[in-house]
C-alpha cells in the first residue's frame, strides 16, 4: 500500500474533534452543576437559556454559585492534564528524530479518543463529575495538543525541501486550525441539541478512530527509524538525559545574543499563546450565564466567529509582511487582541457580544510571526527541537518562575527583616509629623 505525506487531513480531523468537544465540555460541566444545585434538569429550549437576570432573586445568587464552581472546575481540570503533558511533550517531541514523528501524532489521538469514551459513559450513565479528573490526568500522559501540534509541524518541516514551502504549509495548518475550529464551533450548538451530550462524544470518538486509522496505515513516516536503532537509549534515565542534553548544547555552543534572543522570543510566544487561549476559554461561562443568558447554538454562533479572525489574521500577516518588519506586525495582532478583551469586559448585548471579534480580527497574527521569527534565529537542525516543539515553551515558562523565586530569596537573605522594617516605618511617620508640625 502506498502511504502519503499529507498531515493536513489529520491536522483537520484532530482540530475538528477536539474543538467540537472543547465548548461541550464546559457546558456539560455548568448544566451538571447546576442540576446539582437545583436538583432540577436545566432547561434550554429557546435562543435563551435558564438564566436569572433579577439580581434580588435567590435564583441569580445560586446561578453565579454555580458559574464560580464550573469555573474552578475547568481551571482545575486544565491543570490537572496540562502538568503531564507538557512532560511527555518535550520526551516524545523531541525524540522525534530517533523514533519518528507518527508516535507524536498517534498517541494524543488515542489520548483524547479515551477521553471522549470516558464522558460519554459518565454523561449516559449521570457518573460523579470527580471522574474527570482522572480522564485529564490519564489524556495528560498520552501528550494532549502540545504533543500533537510539536509533531505535526515538525512533520510539515521534514518533508518541505526549501523554507519557502515550509512557510506556505505552516501558514495553511494555521489557517486549517482557525477554520476547522470555527466550523466545529458552529455546529456544536445544533449536534448538541440535535443529539445531547453523550453522541455528541460518540461523534468526537469516532472521528479520532478515523484519524488513528489514517495515521498508523496511510500516513508516510518521514524519519527512519531503523537508522537510530543501534542508538537508542537502554533506560528511561538515559533517555531523559539525551532528550535534555540537545536543549541544552543548543544553549552552550550558541552566541550570548543569539540565547538571549531565542528566550525571549520564546517567552514572549508562550506567554501570548497562554493568554490568548486562555482568555478566549472563558467566553463560554460568560455567555452562558447573565446578561446574555446564550444557549448551545448561540455559544456555537460565537465560537465559530472565530474563523473570521483566522482569516483576516491570515490575510494581514500576508499583506504586512510586504512593508512591515516581522516585530511591527505581532505588536499590530497584540494590540488587537487587547482591543477585543477590553471590549468584552464591558459587553452586556449579544450584538456587543458579537462585535468583540471586530477589533479582534488581526488577533492570530502573533503565532505564525513568532513562529517564524524563531525559525529565522535557529539552525535547520535545531528547529525540531524549538521552532517546532511547543512543549519547550512550557517548560521555558516554569524555568522562569525562578526569577522572582531568586529576588524573593535574595531578599528573604539580605534585607527583609520584618523588626528593621517596623523600625523604617515608624521613623518615616516621625518624620511626617515633625514636617505637618
Known amino acids: 500500500m502506498r502511504k502519503v505525506l499529507f498531515v493536513e487531513p489529520v491536522i483537520f480531523i484532530y482540530v475538528f474533534a477536539s474543538s467540537l468537544r472543547s465548548p461541550l465540555m464546559q457546558q456539560f460541566i455548568y448544566r451538571r452543576l447546576w442540576e446539582e444545585e437545583y436538583n432540577s434538569t436545566f432547561v434550554s429550549n429557546s435562543s435563551i437559556s435558564h438564566c436569572e437576570q433579577n439580581k434580588s432573586s435567590p435564583a441569580y445568587i445560586k446561578q453565579k454559585v454555580v458559574q464560580e464552581k464550573a469555573s474552578v472546575f475547568n481551571m482545575q481540570l486544565d491543570l490537572t492534564g496540562a502538568v503531564p503533558s507538557v512532560i511527555v511533550a518535550f520526551v516524545i517531541v523531541a525524540n522525534g528524530d530517533r523514533q519518528g514523528r507518527k508516535r507524536s501524532l498517534v498517541l494524543p ?166 493568554t490568548a487561549t486562555g482568555g478566549s476559554s472563558l467566553f463560554t461561562l460568560y455567555e452562558l450565564d447573565e446578561p446574555l443568558c446564550w444557549d448551545e447554538v448561540y455559544i456555537g454562533y460565537g465560537a465559530a466567529a472565530s474563523t473570521s479572525i483566522s482569516l483576516t489574521s491570515f490575510s494581514g500577516v500576508y499583506l504586512f509582511s510586504k512593508c512591515l518588519k516581522d516585530i511591527y506586525i505581532v505588536f499590530i495582532g497584540i494590540f488587537s487582541y487587547i482591543g477585543g478583551m477590553v471590549m468584552a469586559a464591558f ?28 525559525s529565522k534565529v535557529v539552525l535547520t537542525g535545531e528547529q525540531a527541537t524549538v521552532a517546532w516543539f511547543s512543549g519547550f515553551s512550557f517548560l521555558l515558562s516554569a524555568g522562569l518562575c525562578l526569577i522572582p523565586l531568586a529576588a524573593l530569596c535574595w531578599l528573604l537573605c539580605t534585607s527583609w527583616n520584618e523588626e528593621d522594617l517596623a523600625l523604617l516605618v515608624s521613623e518615616e511617620v516621625s518624620s511626617i509629623e515633625s514636617v505637618d508640625s
Open 109 to 274: 489521538s488515542v489520548g483524547t479518543l479515551v477521553a471522549n469514551i470516558c464522558l460519554a459513559v459518565i454523561s449516559y450513565f449521570s457518573l460523579s463529575l470527580s471522574i474527570l479528573y482522572a480522564v485529564a490526568f490519564i489524556s495528560g500522559l498520552f501528550g494532549s495538543i502540545a504533543t500533537f501540534l510539536g509533531g505535526g509541524f515538525a512533520y510539515i518541516a521534514d518533508v518541505c525541501q526549501d523554507e519557502k514551502q515550509k512557510t506556505t504549509r505552516i501558514a495553511v495548518v494555521d489557517l486549517i486550525f482557525g477554520m476547522v475550529s470555527g466550523l466545529a464551533g458552529l455546529s456544536s450548538g445544533y449536534i448538541l441539541r440535535g443529539i445531547g451530550f453523550t453522541w455528541t462524544f460518540v461523534t468526537a470518538s469516532l472521528l479520532h478512530v478515523v484519524n488513528i486509522i489514517y495515521i498508523i496505515f496511510f500516513l508516510e513516516e518521514t524519519v527512519d527509524v531503523s537508522e537510530f536503532q543501534h542508538e537508542a537509549p537502554g533506560s528511561w534515565k538515559e533517555l531523559l538525559k539525551e532528550t535534555f542534553s540537545g536543549v541544552y548544547m543548543l544553549f552552550k555552543t550558541a552566541p550570548y545574543k543569539k540565547r538571549i534572543l531565542i528566550i525571549v522570543l520564546l517567552f514572549t510566544f508562550m506567554m501570548y499563546l497562554f
Open 347 to 374: 459587553a452586556r448585548t449579544t450584538l456587543l457580544m458579537f462585535l468583540v471579534r471586530v477589533p479582534s480580527l488581526l488577533c492570530f497574527m502573533p503565532i505564525p510571526v513568532l513562529r517564524a521569527m524563531l
